[in-house]
């Protein structure tokens, strides 16, 4: 099992920049695909951006296509979410979720392992 705790989130203004942070503990030394979401009040938790084991293949929400971006670190077992001009529409709480394997997915029901979430708010 691996283990998720996520940091960083916090209350910026509309086009400020936040980084957020996964670290992983636990069964880390298999492969696995970190992605991360977000779920608004009132809303669904939705896909925000996945990256595969080496980093060289990432996949971002059109949504934030342009403005965030994912990366990890493997030796430090933590996966990144820096997100710049950052709008209202940014804010929720946002997710990061692991899975064992190569593929990258949007649907969260591919996920098997789950943070707590951390809180965003932009403010206009």
């Known amino acids: 099992q691996v283990q998720l705790v996520e940091s960083g989130g916090g209350l910026v203004q509309a086009g400020g920049s936040l980084r957020l942070s996964c670290a992983a503990s636990?069964?880390?030394?298999?492969?696995?695909?970190m992605g991360w979401f977000r779920q608004a009040p009132g809303k669904e938790r939705e896909f925000v951006a996945a990256i595969n084991w080496s980093g060289s293949s990432t996949d971002p929400a059109d949504s934030v296509k342009g403005r965030f971006t994912i990366s990890r670190d493997n030796a430090k077992n933590t996966v990144y979410l820096q997100m710049n001009s950052l709008k209202p529409e940014d804010t929720a709480v946002y997710y990061c979720a692991a899975r064992y394997g190569s593929n990258l997915y949007r649907d969260r029901m591919n996920y098997a392992y789950w943070g707590q979430g951390t809180q965003v708010t932009v403010s206009s």
């Open positions: 636990g069964r880390t030394d298999s492969r696995y695909v």
